[in-house]
């Protein structure tokens, strides 16, 4: 398979990165190279003995006979002794006590025994390092030896031995092979760099091989240009910021001279490094897919695929009326066909780029239907991606083709096969509309095959084409009805309800079919329950005469006998809309619905676009970017299609960066894995805002709120609400609900659901809230000595800094969803102001937020509140209050607030870091003898002096601007021409902070001395003095 092998050959450069040249005049070499391990060279070296006798000894005292065979004067009892040696340790056994001996035969002419010792130096030197520097002597020599294949043997073992101690000595031989004569020792060489800066990269930048490594590109050999841009691109990955391959059009020409001459491994590293590189205009993308469009007809399937990911990229750059354009799309489908002639297992992976390919541009193969057809005697996995690429393809010019075929499909015995086809024939009907009779037709003698599962799938799929259009086929119902006894599977029954109840009126006996469900409404999965309710209301305002017991009879169930919330809030809903207002209830239960979407299952665009970026590799097998499966401290660079890029985008490539969306770089996001533990335990309930703050321990809650969706707290209520109780008094009467008595009069807050099924917040979707939350008007009283009273007759600052909005969670990390954001403090409350935007395909609702605990004890004061749902690329702009009476927990670095944010597609998690200056109140100055006494009291160690560099602002306008945010000057004093501000501030949790700035005139550099008693806020606090006195 294209990609494991080209998986297995990078990471196994040690022995595999031989070029064309080499083949010629080292060939033992490399057939020796290529092997697990070396002793199959007896054939190779004339030798008439088979290498098998030396696995098969089990003889007692070996290591002892062997400790003297290897110190024997005789060449080939060495030689055979080292066999010996290495075929035990390649069968496990521990042979580290002959190291000494072993290195001793390191000073041989003999290559095949170097060879071997080698060998045996590579896999025990780790453990032996003390023993290891023994050898580096032989290495310093072999470097220099006449015989190229001994030197670029030498620099490759070096570079395998991950031993800190020999590394040094490693630099000096290394860097004469990379400016060796031989092409053979440079391309070594370069290999060589990549694995010295995986063990120690600092010393490769200091000893300036990085630059010797751009130089290797301009070699006049086209292997030690690949092995160059394959090390280049190798350390780039651990330092995605660092700009290491400077491509630009010169140096894209030399490596498109060398992808013509170089093999076959060397081609991938340099198509994979041209996809990197953005070009200037739409003629040098021309040009460059010119060039590498010969690639297409390689042999090789993994240089075919890189090819076209190179080619893809640069068509986004290409005018469409261009008629190389054209051209191109012709030429881009041949190979993509080809491979679906090789094994099952690169069928597959060709299969799944290709599905990638056609969703970016289907017109590259709208032609090729038929090499999509399924054989007999495809795998299944191979059968699915097949019929999954056929519906993508399938338009009005092929769908009386494709439909043949997938009926020939459902016949088939694979009855997970039989299911998809089934499927993709109502995928058909809804994307192609000239074709939805002739499906419907299909689906019809499908059913009427009475196979069970053929069945269940065909009902499945018509209530989606009766979605789509509706009131068109309503005449196949009776023949649906007749299947209802065979429906076993939730998706099945709950399916057919939602016919029975959409078309009530045009079924006579209706409400029988509904209450044959109803006899075993408890045993049903939730999915038929909901269906079920939803279905007997429709009825309900259908035919209210007729059906007043058994709308009063699921309601009973839904409510007073289900536990599920889901049920019993959707249940409720109905139930008090039936009882108030019979009009608005049929206003929503039989409102028009939305016509569902073509094609509901294609990638966001978004995360289209970066896989799109990584054909050729397991992220466009597993259709998934590189960040979700891979692990470990490489930064994974995001990466996009040029010209798709937004307005306010930087496209993303080695050569011009990544444009950080504010000056300083967002913190990296936490792995979810380190949040779960914590934010499950906090509370979501908004804190309240009369009588004391709640103890710690109440912050604490059942393992259910932004995961299992009980959002119940969310809605206002002062603290956990109790479970809703049973109103034994309510009338239980056979009359119609719309004459009856009221439910039980349960507060919106019990109610809290939508009709989805799912919890809706009341604050964010019902009645708009009368007053902002409470935080806003009321002290918060408690704390230590009272420290947020906001009423102590200080004035409220408004100047305050607010920083510009940073981005905190990229729309690839959230499904689509967009959040940026800052902090302000505003009126005396912190306030986090964040901007949602929703890059998916579908409309986003619910939305919830919780932090983690941290150093300020910062925690919502309310919910957050998104009042509509947000829809595709819309921004939405929301104000969280926030109060600082939660869980405290030291982060590292002290600023640090972990976020968690649900909607109704997931539970995101990300990071960011406040202003500590936002946490600064309004009664932060001191008296000037307290502030005097307290300055003396702090230790001297607790000072720390900070160089505030570049502000060319005067003493007055620094501490009116400073004032803004809360830093209230003392005192002032004028020594020398420097002039001395004396400021105090007071954080929310009771620190306070003294500073003295000193600013000389004509002088734009200050200087600030802190004294805290709490010595590690003062980094933070210096940090608010630059942004607030710089901005």
């Known amino acids: 398979m294209c990609v494991y092998k080209r998986y297995f050959c990078e990471k196994t450069e040690v022995y595999r990165v031989g070029g064309d040249e080499g083949k010629n005049h080292h060939h033992h070499y490399y057939q020796h190279t290529t092997l697990p391990t070396p002793l199959a060279e007896n054939r190779q070296f004339g030798s008439k003995m088979t290498d098998s006798k030396y696995f ?55 290559l095949e025994l170097k060879k071997l010792v080698y060998l045996y130096l590579m896999n025990y030197a780790k453990s032996q390092p003390d023993m290891a520097i023994m050898a580096v002597n032989t290495f310093v020599k072999d470097c220099e030896d006449p015989n190229p294949l001994i030197r670029a043997l030498a620099v490759r073992t070096m570079g395998c031995i991950r031993v800190d101690k020999i590394t040094e000595y490693l630099c000096e031989p290394l860097r004469k092979c990379l400016k060796d004569e031989d092409p053979y020792v440079r391309k070594t060489a370069a290999v060589c760099v990549a694995k010295l800066h995986d063990i120690n990269a600092q010393l490769v930048e200091d000893q300036g091989f990085l630059d010797t490594l751009k130089d290797l590109i301009s070699d006049s050999n086209p292997m030690v240009v690949a092995n160059a841009v394959a090390a280049l691109s190798e350390i780039a990955e651990s ?3 660092s700009n290491l391959l400077d491509l630009n059009p010169q ?153 043949a075929e997938l009926k020939e499909y459902a016949t088939e015995v694979d009855v997970d096969f039989v299911r998809k086809a089934v499927r993709a024939i109502g995928r058909c009907a809804i994307k192609v509309e000239q074709s939805a009779e002739r499906c419907v037709s299909t689906l019809l003698d499908l059913i009427q095959t009475k196979v069970n599962y053929v069945v269940q799938e065909a009902i499945v799929v018509i209530k989606d084409i009766f979605r789509k259009y509706p009131n068109k086929y309503e005449s196949v119902i009776a023949t649906l009805c007749e299947n209802l006894d065979s429906l076993d599977e939730p998706e099945a029954r709950a399916a057919m309800i939602w016919i029975v109840g959409e078309y009530a009126e045009r079924i006579d006996n209706a409400d029988e079919l509904l209450e044959s469900f109803l006899e075993g409404f408890h045993d049903e999965s939730t999915q038929v329950q909901l269906q079920l309710l939803t279905a007997i209301v429709k009825l309900f ?59 509901t299952d294609l990638i966001e665009p978004t995360l289209l676009e970066e896989l799109i970026c990584h054909i050729g590799t ?52 936490i792995p979810s894995q380190d949040l779960l533990g914590d934010l499950l335990n906090l509370d979501l309930t908004p804190t309240t805002t009369t009588g004391p703050p709640p103890p710690s321990s109440a912050m604490q809650m059942g393992a259910m709120d932004l995961l299992g969706g ?126 949602l935007t929703n890059k998916a395909m579908s409309v986003m609702t619910d939305f919830a937020i919780q932090f983690n605990r941290n150093s300020f004890g910062l925690a919502p004061a309310g919910p957050l509140q998104v009042l509509t749902p947000v829809s595709p690329n819309q921004s939405i702009e929301a104000v969280l209050p926030l109060n600082t009476v939660g869980p405290v927990m030291k982060m590292e670095p002290l600023n640090n607030l972990q976020v968690a944010v649900k909607n109704n597609i997931d539970v995101f998690y990300f990071s960011c870091q406040y202003p500590i200056s936002m946490l600064f109140v309004e009664d932060g100055k001191m008296e000037r003898q307290v502030f005097l006494a307290t300055w003396k009291d702090i230790p ?92």
């Not at 062997?66 to 010996?84: F, I, Q, T, Y």
Request: proline share 8%.
């Open 56 to 110: 098969t000894t089990t003889k007692k005292g070996e290591i002892f006979e062997l400790k003297a065979e290897l110190n024997s004067d005789k060449k080939e009892k060495k030689k055979e002794a080292v066999k010996k040696v290495i075929a035990s340790m390649t069968v496990g056994k521990d042979v580290s006590a002959l190291f000494p001996d072993v290195v001793n035969c390191m000073q041989t002419d003999n």
């Open 251 to 403: 140096t894209i020409n030399k490596l498109l001279t060398a992808l013509n001459e170089c093999t076959e491994w060397g081609q991938i590293f340099i198509l994979d490094c041209l996809a990197n590189y953005t070009p200037r205009d739409d003629r040098e993308s021309q040009s460059i897919c010119e060039r590498v469009t010969p690639r297409l007809s390689h042999a090789n399937s993994a240089v075919v695929l890189s090819a076209v990911k190179v080619l893809m990229k640069f068509m986004e750059m290409l005018p469409k009326d261009l008629d190389y354009y054209g051209t191109l799309l012709k030429k881009l489908a041949p190979p993509l066909v080809t491979l679906l002639s090789a094994e099952p297992e690169l069928q597959y992976v060709a299969l799944r780029n290709i599905n990638l390919i056609v969703q970016r541009r289907p017109e590259i193969l709208k032609h090729e239907m038929k090499v999509f057809f399924v054989k007999y005697n495809d795998p299944i996995y191979v059968k699915l991606e097949k019929l999954d690429i056929m519906i993508r393809l399938a338009s009005q010019a092929n769908i009386a083709q494709v439909l």
């Open 239 to 241: 330092h995605p910021n």
């Open 710 to 835: 009980g959002l119940d707290s969310l809605m206002g209520d002062e603290s956990e609400p109790p479970p809703v109780p049973l109103r034994r008094d309510t009338p239980q009467s056979p009359q119609s609900p719309l004459q009856s008595p009221s439910p039980p009069d349960y507060s919106p807050t019990e109610l809290g659901g939508d009709l989805g099924g799912s919890p809706a917040m009341t604050a964010g979707f019902g009645a708009p809230p009368t007053a902002g939350p409470p935080s806003f008007t009321a002290p918060v009283s408690g704390g230590l000595d009272d420290l947020f009273d906001l009423g102590g007759g200080v004035g409220m600052s408004m100047g305050a800094y607010v920083p510009p909005k940073m981005l905190w969670l990229p729309a690839m990390k959230a499904k689509g969803l967009e959040i940026s954001g800052t902090f302000g403090r505003r009126a005396g409350v912190v306030q986090m102001e964040m901007t």
């Open 541 to 599: 305002l259908k035919k209210p005469t007729e059906t007043q017991e058994l709308v009063q009879q699921v309601l009973s169930l839904a409510t007073q006998d289900s536990d599920n919330p889901d049920l019993r809030d959707r249940g409720y809903i109905y139930w008090r809309l039936l009882s108030t207002d019979p009009v608005a209830a049929k206003e929503v239960v039989l409102a028009e619905k939305p016509l569902i979407s073509e094609e």
């Open 940 to 1031: 001297n160690e607790n000072e720390s002096k900070f160089q505030l560099n570049d502000c060319h602002l005067n003493a007055d306008a620094a501490s009116s601007k400073l004032q803004g945010s809360n830093i209230f000057t003392i005192a002032k004093r004028t020594v020398e021409g420097q002039d001395m501000l004396y400021q105090s501030m007071k954080l929310t949790n009771g620190i306070w902070v003294l500073a003295e700035l000193r600013a000389q005139a004509g002088n734009p550099n200050y200087t600030v001395s802190l004294r805290c008693r709490a010595p590690e806020v003062s980094q933070c606090v210096f940090q608010s003095y630059e942004a607030v006195l710089k901005n």
């Open 618 to 669: 397991l992220a466009s097998v597993y259709h998934k970017p590189p960040s979700a499966f891979v692990e470990g401290s490489r930064g994974v660079q995001h990466k996009r299609l040029p010209g798709s890029a937004a307005s306010g985008e930087s496209v993303e490539s080695p050569d011009t960066g990544s444009a950080p969306v504010a000056s300083e770089a967002p913190p990296a996001v």
